[in-house]
């Protein structure tokens, strides 16, 4: 598009750390005494619930033990909508140094993202309406009402990004219906917002390595004064920094990432 083609795949990088940040929920089951009788895992996976619900209407007899299918967690990625009160100066940049030991003394950079607000829903089913409270339980405390993950989202910059996850709101339904040989489900709907962004191509661009300022002041009507400002790093041949220029090697040799000095020099005219 537009003569170019790149990608950073940041909206995989958003799906994988929306994912994990639910990867790890572990509930148990009590007995009437109040003793844990089993610890269970709830399985997470990328889909809409609807897929989900259809398997386990596929197997009405009950054959499945209930463990496998149920309790379970989806979510999905499902819709897309541009954050203008985040927006950012479009010229604005983002750099990043060349490394100590490359032989590209270029800098690699980005202009500004561009913020866009993800929509998130997430399905938690289960079938017994205690395995949904105490799956919920532990996430509602962590999301007040947004919990914000730093991700490093483009590596060729180096830059890390705070992308916030705003839990909106919750809703909770019970399919029970028909004959009491179908399966139960409970399912818990939450939604949330991530105030991600989406980036354009990597650039690269060369070193400002020497620069020339001309300026000029005004004494009288009749008279005024020039100053001409020059400034360049300074090396010597050992690699020590220098502000003499007469033991500087030439500017044109010397990193960015090198210890230099700088050999700033003021002609004056009148």
């Excluded at 572990?26 to 005494?33: A, K, L």
Aim: glycine share 6%.
């Amino acid at each position: 598009m537009f003569g170019r083609t790149w990608h950073h795949d940041v909206l995989r990088k958003y799906v994988i750390l929306f994912g994990t940040i639910f990867n790890d929920i572990w509930i148990t089951r009590d007995n009437r005494d109040g003793e844990s009788i089993q610890t269970l895992k709830v399985p997470l996976s990328y889909g809409p619930k609807e897929k989900f619900l259809a398997r386990l209407e596929g197997n009405p007899d009950l054959s499945n033990k209930i463990g496998i299918v149920l309790p379970r967690i989806s979510f999905e990625m499902t819709s897309f909508m541009y954050d203008s009160e985040r927006k950012r100066n479009t010229l604005n940049r983002l750099y990043k140094q060349p490394t100590t030991n490359g032989t590209d003394d270029s800098i690699a950079y980005q202009y500004a993202p561009v913020p866009y607000n993800i929509t998130f829903q997430m399905s938690i089913m289960v079938k017994n309406a205690e395995d949904g409270t105490r799956i919920v339980e532990q996430i509602l405390p962590f999301f007040t009402p947004e919990w914000t993950a730093t991700v490093n989202l483009v590596p060729e910059i180096g830059g890390t990004f705070d992308i916030p996850i705003i839990l909106n709101d919750i809703n909770v339904n019970d399919t029970y219906e028909g004959s009491f040989e179908e399966r139960r489900a409970i399912i818990w709907d939450l939604t949330f917002t991530m105030k991600a962004y989406v980036f354009g191509p990597t650039k690269k661009t060369g070193l400002v390595k020497f620069v020339e300022a001309n300026l000029h002041t005004i004494i009288d009507e009749s008279a005024n004064s020039a100053v001409t400002v020059t400034a360049q790093p300074g090396l010597t041949a050992n690699g020590q920094p220098t502000s003499n220029a007469a033991n500087s090697i030439d500017y044109l040799e010397i990193k960015s990432t090198d210890n230099y000095g700088f050999i700033n020099d003021f002609i004056e005219k009148f």
